[in-house]
């Protein structure tokens, strides 16, 4: 497995190339300022019952998203993807993309985005802030109400430049079939990103609240009861990689995603997420620190990105 670090020449310079056009659109996304469109909502497309996340949506979209440690998982993962992502107007297909914290800076930057997520509540929140890019952005924006395992059926046969799948892996029983849903999504070529639980890192929360028995058990533990109070399940970047592999992406590179904000706030510190200063501070040290050993490898989360290959 290569280092992310070690992106081609190519790779980097087509980064660098289009850094600046995909830059300004987050940090406008980010700080909410973003001007209001008068644009009709769009209407949700498909039916998914039992929504297990409306009671959630609120919570996660509005409050987690807010905080310290929501602009650094959002402005890392961002340049993590600049290294790998096509130009602009790539297709990007975006599942379980939830209220869009991630690809909505990609449609702003001139992607074309499919949004795809099962909870209507979450695809509400997701058309709230759609209406507040501009007119320009919202048209690039599909929103799509379907169940990750269904997405290729979902978008009809659709193949994507970009599949986008991160936060969700780690809610399903099985990794295989939504894995398969996005190895098969993605056009020859493409890349594919998945942003999921660090198996190797599940004594970390624990052991910072101080639940010292809970902290034993988890290393050798696969699952646990989120901060949203969710079940989740861990996978390692060896396995989630063999599994890429096996339905014909090859990873490319991998990173940690948070670390020391994710210490922090278990430690009980207070983040102030108004201090502009001090969180773009965090966000940078945080974004080294997730492409080096052992700073990653500590990362409760993981990014792996791989490119499919030829037909």
Known sequence: MPNARSASPRLLSSALRHQAVLQAPLTAALSGQCPQADRPRRPYLGVVSGDTWAGLADRFADEAYATVKGYVRTYVMHHQLLEHLPPPPATVLDV???AGHQSFPLAQAGYDVTLLDASQAMLGKAQERL???PADAQRRVTLLQADGENADEAVHGRRFAVVLCHGVLGYVEQPEPLV???CQCAAAGGVVSIMTGNAKAAVVRPALERR???ALASFDARTEIGVLGVPGRADTVEELSELMQSRGVEPMGWYGVW???D????SGAELDPSDSK???ATAAVELEASRRDPYRQLSRVFHLVGRKGPR
């Open 96 to 98: 379980g993309g939830g």
């Open 131 to 133: 209406q507040r890019l």
């Open 180 to 182: 398969n849903q996005l």
């Open 212 to 214: 010292w028995d809970d």
């Open 259 to 261: 670390l020391f904000v």
């Open 263 to 266: 210490w922090l706030e278990f």
């Open 278 to 280: 001090q969180v773009a």
